[in-house]
């Protein structure tokens, strides 16, 4: 609190198991900041499949609306943000005066769903301190959770505490809130406090206040055992401390309460239970067709019992103060019983509210789905495809998966039919959104796009091939688009935009030569339609096939062509799809004047536009055009912009400026600077992670950068079905890493990138042919290795790839060294001068000192005369002596060991015991 009262936003997540006591922290946290005078306000999640989207931020914005902070904080909002704030409190008559009816109209993203609410928030938290509790996070649904991430970040610089509830036994692995703790945990101010069992002493004194007075010592201690440190348990004992029979877990506790209610309580309470962790009188009375008066009774003595309790300042609508407590009370009844009591209350749903409202349509759905033996079954196929609607609408995918899986399920959709097909088109696109892996959703969309073609709807076999979803890693994609452009209206526009799609998956696929064959053909429609659009996207793709192909030139000429015209049309995603691309190749050619004036035309529409995607690739492009320019300064402060902004996939785009800066200078904070928890990055880092190891790994193995190496790798050996492209990025990388260590990359490796079409690494400017040649000089083939670093020089020449043109040279100079006749003293010298010059101007230091070395070894000729005792260690560390064991066989010290061994690697210019055996054995210097 104190850190939050002076401007430092802090969230801090607190776990532990039912009725540990997460709650009645929270609670002491509200008294001390309202005693502070902090404005307090709460909101708690139930489950998920009952409650409507940002239900957890809906209890919030209704105190706020109400407050007098509040009230002046909405003054400073736009009229379209009031609406929304409207939308999400049903509060119209406190902020609907504020707003005209086409801004109420007009249906919100979820970006202006979350700046609202965060906008909101900022504006009370600068009047007073603001107190936030979240219960019950393990029940928020996606919007809930977004709305916290993105809150998070929003309120970083304001005078607020976020304190977020949750249960640690409900956490699952890759749970929409452990992903969304993870996003929170890197941001600065982020503390978790798992809330562990009480003390003995602490709850045997609490079970002795609940206790009736008499109670023996013995049997306090009892009780104090069984409660093992759970203040619920401890509570729930302490009620009943005369049973013969002690329960042994809450849910016992809670059924002995329960057993002491009238049977009409009971049988009240299960039916609410039910209807879900909510409820209403009025629901009560239209599911079970109970008399209103005595409903309210039972309620009543359900309150009383502290089971129930009443929901906001209504006097219909309740929730139990227990989850655990709602379970007990379903699980009274037997599973028939409850199929018969969920078609009840789907009826009187519908008869309360209609079939298609939005804040229930989802709760009938689940219902009709329970009782599927007492319901007709193809209103039950229709209520769950209507709440898959509203489902999407909301952004809950998740939900909205859910309930299409389950009609597909159903015999009535499981033959070909538009239904069926509808169904698959709308699961495919739920699973886009709501999960990582797409392949699951993209085959669902395949067969929908086959099944429309079957029923001859060709139009939706093409919308349904013209969904946007990123390709990386999919298989089948051009396949499928190319089967629904086959059924496509010739020379339309809709037939022009799925090219562009086609254009997207064989860049992705690698076939460059096929995407530029679609491009003339897609250009042709685009023009002829006028639709400047369509124009800008294609050169956009264009653009990124011609960076993939290693055409930086083309890649400028059609990438500023797209940028250009998505300026003119104010079209982001447009931008953002080419801008990083083009500055990175007008930085590879040193142009990096013309990157900042891109740069300076697009940052107007950055600031404009609700995506953030856009900003992201300005600041990535601002961190090519420094790394290039050796503005180290920049280069730090952009690294401080990444940590901050808290995103993972951004920090593979930036993590190789401290491969830079490693080159330059030594990076003394490398080990603070990283995240250390790599197992969460994406998959993306691959270029990074193989530039790191095909540059100084070789050098200078670090185990902080390899260890980063070998965790992206092991990262992608969990992912399914890798592409071609993804199998030659395994491939370069797992033989850079066995390199860096001085081993042999495993054959399968090597003939994959011997085998590989394109001469540089997918997404990585780093040539195949570098990475083969490395291998061949640990095999002693110096011809080889010779000959792939010419090849290496020639293509990064052809492509401007300046970086790796540098350690090309570098590489032939090793091999040079190695073997003297292999190059000419003529073509040393032009490679060296070369390459110091490229270092110089490209700011690389280190391995322009590399270069030095090995050009002044080159210029010594061919005299390494080696002592007789130099001869000795050579023939020993050769045969795979330690230094141990070579000092113990010649009776010398360990120090004079590696003294020698020092000045036999100089002499012979090799750097690892494998070149100096292939060097020895080939000059015949072994047994002289």
């Not at 407050?67 to 379209?80: C, D, N, V």
């Not at 996606?142 to 956490?171: C, H, K, P, V």
């Not at 003339?520 to 006028?530: G, H, L, V």
């Not at 050169?539 to 500023?560: D, F, T, V, W």
Request: aromatic share 6%; net charge negative; hydrophobic share 40%.
């Amino acid at each position: 609190m104190a850190g939050a009262s002076t401007g430092t936003g802090q969230v801090i997540a607190v776990s532990g198991e039912p009725g540990i006591g997460k709650s009645t922290l929270a609670e002491k946290a509200m008294a001390e900041a309202a005693a502070a005078n902090w404005t307090v306000f709460s909101g708690s999640g139930f489950e998920g499949e009952l409650t409507p989207p940002f239900w957890i931020w809906t209890q919030v914005l209704r105190e706020a609306v109400t407050s007098p902070r509040g009230k002046a904080a909405i003054e400073e909002l736009t009229a379209r943000q009031r609406s929304i704030i409207s939308r999400l409190t049903d509060a119209i008559p406190i902020v609907g005066e504020h707003q005209d009816e086409q801004a109420r109209a007009e249906a919100p993203t979820l970006f202006e769903y979350q700046d609202a609410l965060s906008l909101l928030l900022a504006a009370i938290s600068r009047q007073e301190p603001l107190l936030l509790v979240l219960d019950d996070l393990h029940w928020a649904d996606e919007t809930d959770l977004a709305a916290l991430e993105f809150a998070s970040q929003q309120l970083r610089a304001e005078r607020t505490l976020i304190l977020g509830l949750y249960r640690e036994s409900d956490l699952a692995s890759g749970s929409p809130l452990a992903h969304a703790l993870g996003a929170v945990a890197r941001l600065r101010g982020f503390q978790n406090i798992q809330v562990g069992p009480m003390r003995a002493g602490d709850m045997s004194s609490l079970i002795e206040w609940h206790s009736p007075a008499g109670l023996s010592r013995q049997r306090l201690d009892e009780l104090t055992d069984r409660a093992a440190g759970n203040p619920l348990f401890g509570r729930e004992l302490a009620r009943d401390t005369g049973a013969a029979e002690l329960p042994h877990n809450v849910r016992i506790a809670i059924e002995r309460r329960l057993e002491a209610l009238d049977s009409g309580v009971l049988n009240c309470l299960s039916r609410a239970a039910l209807i879900g962790g909510v409820f209403s009188i009025e629901e009560l009375v239209e599911t079970f067709e109970s008399d209103e008066i005595s409903l309210k009774e039972a309620l009543q003595s359900g309150e009383d019992a502290g089971l129930i309790h009443r929901i906001g300042s209504t006097e219909s609508s309740y929730g139990f103060s227990h989850p655990l407590i709602r379970e007990t009370l379903v699980r009274r009844l037997d599973s028939a019983e409850r199929s018969k009591q969920h078609a009840r209350i789907a009826i009187g749903l519908i008869s309360l509210y209609g079939e298609d409202d939005p804040a229930h349509v989802s709760a009938i759905a689940r219902h009709s789905r329970a009782a599927i033996a007492h319901i007709d079954r193809d209103r039950a196929i229709r209520a769950a495809t209507r709440a898959s609607h509203s489902s999407m609408a909301s952004f809950a995918f998740r939900e909205a998966a859910d309930h299409l899986a389950w009609a597909l399920d159903q015999p009535e959709l499981r033959h070909p039919s538009l239904e069926r097909a509808e169904a698959l088109y709308g699961l495919a696109v739920s699973k886009f959104r709501a999960e990582r892996d797409k392949q699951p959703g993209w085959d669902r969309l395949a067969e929908a796009i086959r099944l429309f073609i079957e029923l001859e709807r060709h139009d939706r076999a093409v919308e349904a091939a013209s969904e946007p979803v990123p390709f990386g890693g999919i298989d089948g994609t051009v396949e499928v688009i190319e089967t629904a452009l086959a059924v496509a209206v010739p020379g339309t526009l809709e037939k022009g935009w799925l090219v562009a799609r086609l254009i997207a998956a064989l860049v992705d696929a690698g076939d460059f030569d096929g995407a530029e064959t679609e491009f003339s053909d897609a250009m042709a429609i685009a023009r002829e339609t006028r639709n400047r659009s369509l124009e800008a996207r294609l050169l956009a793709h264009s653009g990124q096939a011609s960076y993939r192909s290693n055409s930086p030139a083309s890649c400028i000429e059609r990438g500023m062509q797209a940028i250009e015209m998505g300026l003119e049309l104010d079209e982001a995603l447009t931008v953002s799809r080419i801008l990083d691309f083009c500055c990175e190749s007008l930085c590879s050619m040193q142009r990096t004047k013309s990157a900042r004036q891109i740069l300076d035309r697009c940052r107007p529409l950055a600031e404009q536009t609700p995506d953030p995607g856009l900003l992201g690739e300005i600041k990535k492009s601002e961190y090519f055009i420094a790394f290039c320019s050796g503005d180290w300064t920049q280069v730090d402060s952009l690294l401080k912009w990444a940590h901050e902004y808290g995103r993972y996939a951004e920090w593979f785009d930036w993590i190789d400026a401290h491969a830079g800066l490693r080159l330059g200078k030594r990076d003394t904070d490398l080990e603070e600077r990283l995240h250390p928890d790599f197992s969460k990055w994406e998959l993306d880092g691959f270029h990074v992670a193989i530039d790191i190891a095909s540059t100084w790994l070789q050098i200078e193995p670090d185990p902080l950068y390899l260890r980063l190496c070998e965790q992206i790798l092991a990262d992608a050996a969990s992912q399914p079905r890798p592409s071609r492209e993804g199998g030659v990025r395994r491939a370069a990388l797992r033989a850079l890493i066995a390199l860096a260590k001085d081993e042999r990359p495993a054959d399968d490796d090597v003939e994959v990138l011997e085998s590989s079409p394109g001469f540089n690494v997918p997404r990585s400017p780093v040539p195949i042919a570098r990475i083969l040649g490395m291998v061949a000089l640990l095999d002693g083939n110096i011809a080889k290795a010779v000959e792939y670093a010419e090849s290496s020089i020639e293509a990064c020449q052809k492509a401007e790839f300046l970086p790796a043109l540098a350690w090309s040279y570098y590489d032939l100079l090793r091999a040079g060294n190695l073997d003297r006749s292999a190059i000419a003293g003529e073509q040393a010298s032009e490679v060296s001068g070369a390459g110091i010059k490229l270092c110089d101007d490209l700011t690389m230091p280190v391995l322009a000192n590399l270069i030095r070395q090995e050009r002044n070894r080159l210029r010594q000729g061919s005299d390494h005369s080696l002592s007789a005792r130099e001869l000795e260690v050579l023939e020993l560390l050769t045969s795979g002596m330690s230094n141990a064991e070579i000092a113990k066989q010649l009776f010398i010290s360990r120090h004079t060991v590696v003294r020698h061994t020092t000045n036999i690697y100089s002499k012979i210019g090799v750097t690892s015991r494998t070149e100096a055996a292939g060097y020895a054995e080939r000059r015949g210097l072994l047994g002289s």
